[in-house]
């Protein structure tokens, strides 16, 4: 078990009669379905279907709590703002302790945010590092940006294919349509306890450029690694 204090994350309290409304036509998520008993992970897009943010959902009585990497706080609150003309809907940040229990790689996409502080020490940083990259959850700025659509990342298991309309949404849908898309982001495991340094380039026999690290961990003899591969190569074994 592996403690992950997230009270430094951006929290932002979203309320007003019209706040499933204006959230379910801005984001990923299938707002009127969320669980209440973890959170449902999704993003902002660009019209054109890229990566603006990456965030945590969860209902709390009359509010939505979003939580994201503190680097994304002010980004997120500000599209949220921009969009927020007409509608009935409040936004407050909010600075409270919290924590995640991480005991598997699956863990880091369902674990929920827990109040309070840590009972116990949180992880050291190589440990929840090896945990986050065996579940493949994604940093933004690092592993996903503005040049990635959501299908090209874990993002890929919340999209909801049946909610209606919301910004970004036709990109999206058409290349699940067409079952395809160019590239995709995967786990590697390199073999050798030499360091891998993001940005290193992988290749492989069809084609010298296959993909790129984008983060990277050792674990005892070998390092694991996202890469964003390309879809010809991504089927096949690595070099």
């Not at 959230?23 to 299938?30: A, D, F, R, S």
């Not at 609150?77 to 936004?91: C, G, N, S």
């Not at 984008?214 to 089927?235: C, F, K, M, W």
Request: charged share 20%; glycine share 8%.
């Amino acid at each position: 078990m592996t403690l992950v204090d997230t009270s430094g994350w951006g929290l932002l309290a979203i309320s007003g009669g019209d706040r499933v409304r204006f959230l379910q036509g801005l984001t990923t998520i299938n707002v009127p379905t969320l669980p209440s008993d973890r959170p449902t992970w999704g993003a902002l897009l660009l019209p054109k279907g890229r990566v603006l943010s990456v965030f945590a959902l969860e209902p709390h009585g009359e509010e939505l709590w979003l939580r994201c990497e503190p680097e994304l706080i002010d980004k997120t609150t500000q599209i949220l703002e921009r969009y927020a003309v007409m509608d009935d809907v409040t936004f407050e940040r909010r600075h409270l302790p919290s924590y995640r229990v991480w005991s598997s790689p699956a863990d880091v996409w369902r674990a929920p945010f827990v109040a309070g502080e840590p009972p116990q020490a949180p992880g050291s940083a190589q440990a929840l590092e090896v945990l986050r990259i065996r579940g493949g959850f994604l940093r933004y700025g690092v592993d996903v940006d503005e040049d990635c659509f959501p299908f090209e990342t874990p993002l890929a298991a919340f999209l909801d294919y049946e909610k209606g309309c919301y910004v970004g949404q036709e990109p999206v849908f058409r290349v699940h349509a067409q079952g395809n898309s160019a590239r995709a982001l995967r786990g590697l495991l390199i073999e050798g306890p030499e360091p891998v340094a993001p940005g290193a380039i992988i290749s492989h026999p069809a084609k010298d450029r296959a993909g790129t690290i984008t983060s990277a961990v050792a674990e005892g003899d070998h390092q694991l690694s996202l890469i964003h591969i390309s879809e010809p190569t991504r089927r096949t074994p690595i070099s």
